[in-house]
Antibody, heavy 126, light 110 residues
Framework: QVQLQESGPGLVTPSQTLSLTCTLSGGSISSPSYYWTWIRQPAGKGLEWIGR???????KYHPSLKSRVTMSIDTSKNQFALELSSVTAADTAVYYC??????????????????WGQGTLVTVSS | QAVLTQPPSASGTPGQRVSISCSGSSSNIGSNTVNWYQQLPGTAPKLLIY???QRPSGVPDRFSGSKSGTSASLAISGLQSEDEADYYC???????????FGGGTKLTVL
């Protein structure tokens, strides 16, 4: 049974760095079949993809956040992490980690999130 | 502002069939497959439909998905009270070179 669990501070001071960790159980983060992803959701709003990290350590970030985001992976601990620097109140949200699968269906890109963590609320406030 | 367009709300009575639309463009829905997520109140999103019309194990066949051109649709038949949730469409966007979501549709079971 695949499970993802986010952990980290629930309160971050403006201009500081938000740091979260996602721990995978019931599977291996070293699997070449998946991308390990962070997604956030401000209160009452929709979902925003932040970025992803692959088992090799390669990363891809949303262009709007690219200058402030760093993702990493620790295969020995079955964990991956998110750092978001210079946070403001606009970064207040529930942060989810998720597993992404990528493939092709009838020649078209198929990319979806099949397992999600429960989410963790991060508030940016002094 | 979400890249994919969904109606903000939808409603139906128990047993009814409801449909939720998702509109995009040639760089996203038009050239990639569509997924749907269900988010029950206070919980994380859950994969409901992937690759346009595939249901993960455990998802009832009351839920179905379809895609045509640059639009997609989620249909729920035999509506039940436990279907009351937010529903999000999502797909890959070739311009962004990443996944994008719709703004979400809040389904109310009357």
């Amino acid at each position: 049974q695949v499970q993802l669990q986010e952990s980290g501070p629930g309160l971050v001071t403006p201009s500081q760095t938000l740091s979260l960790t996602c721990t995978l159980s019931g599977g291996s983060i070293s699997s070449p079949s998946y991308y390990w992803t962070w997604i956030r959701q401000p209160a009452g709003k929709g979902l925003e993809w932040i970025g992803r990290v692959y088992t090799s350590g390669s990363t891809k970030y949303h262009p709007s956040l690219k200058s402030r985001v760093t993702m990493s992976i620790d295969t020995s601990k079955n964990q991956f992490a998110l750092e978001l620097s210079s946070v403001t109140a606009a970064d207040t949200a529930v942060y989810y980690c998720a597993r992404a699968r990528r493939g092709y269906t009838d020649g078209l890109e198929a990319y979806y999130f099949d397992y999600w963590g429960q989410g963790t609320l991060v508030t940016v406030s002094s | 502002q979400a890249v994919l367009t969904q109606p903000p709300s939808a409603s139906g009575t128990p047993g009814q069939r409801v449909s939720i639309s998702c509109s995009g463009s040639s760089s996203n829905i038009g050239s990639n497959t569509v997924n749907w997520y269900q988010q029950l109140p206070g919980t994380a999103p859950k994969l409901l439909i992937y690759s346009n019309n595939q249901r993960p194990s455990g998802v009832p066949d009351r839920f179905s998905g379809s895609k045509s051109g640059t639009s997609a649709s989620l249909a729920i038949s035999g509506l039940q009270s436990e279907d009351e949730a937010d529903y999000y469409c999502a797909t890959w966007d070739d311009s962004l070179n990443g996944p994008v979501f719709g703004g979400g549709t809040k389904l109310t079971v009357l």
